[in-house]
């Protein structure tokens, strides 16, 4: 019993070291790294960036807009999302698929 309790500390040293090593490497790191955040609405979600000395930016969609419809359209073999589902939507309403949080 007690050569397990021996044989089980050294491997906790290494863990823990392996640990702090990567904390370092993290921290010397932590001024490139950027956060990505999605706001998932019921009608439309939003995505938004931060990155170090730079303000909160909302990213765009192909549209150029800040919000995107969250809205899906099935159509044969595709898949429409946003605002393109959006359109397909008023076509073939039976298809579609919204308002995912409810």
């Not at 904390?23 to 931060?50: N, P, Q």
């Amino acid at each position: 019993m007690a050569d397990k309790v021996r044989r089980q500390r050294p491997r906790r040293r290494v863990c823990w070291a392996l640990v702090a090593v990567l904390l370092a490497d993290l921290l010397a790191l932590s001024d490139t790294l950027a956060v990505m955040s999605v706001d998932l609405g019921s009608e439309s979600m939003k995505v938004a960036i931060v990155k170090p000395g730079v303000p909160m930016e909302i990213v765009l969609n192909k549209e150029s807009r800040r919000k995107t419809p969250v809205i899906v359209t099935l159509k044969e073999n595709e898949r429409f999302f946003g605002d393109s589902a959006a359109s397909m939507a008023i076509k073939n309403p039976k298809a579609t698929l919204r308002y995912f949080q409810h």
